[in-house]
């Protein structure tokens, strides 16, 4: 799992992850924090789709938009 979810870590170098356990569908929970502590959010990943690059992009991009970063 670990290489599945580097690519997607590595797009946010100032951000904390927490990844929660798989879900029976292939779901990955993750819990992003800003570098401040402040702001949190969650989402689901796509197990299936972590090798893709622009599927990583596209999440990573969501995530710094939401914690304002």
Not at 4 to 33: E, I, K, R
Not at 35 to 54: C, E, F, I, K, Y
Request: aromatic share 4%.
């Amino acid at each position: 799992m670990l290489a599945l979810t580097q690519q997607f870590v590595s797009q946010l170098p100032n951000v904390s992850c927490l990844f929660g356990p798989l879900t029976p569908d292939g779901g990955l929970p993750a819990q992003l924090c800003s570098p401040s502590g402040q702001r949190r959010v969650t989402l689901m990943l796509d197990t299936a789709r972590l090798r893709d690059s622009n599927y990583c992009a596209v999440q990573a991009q969501q995530v710094r938009r939401s914690l304002g970063s």
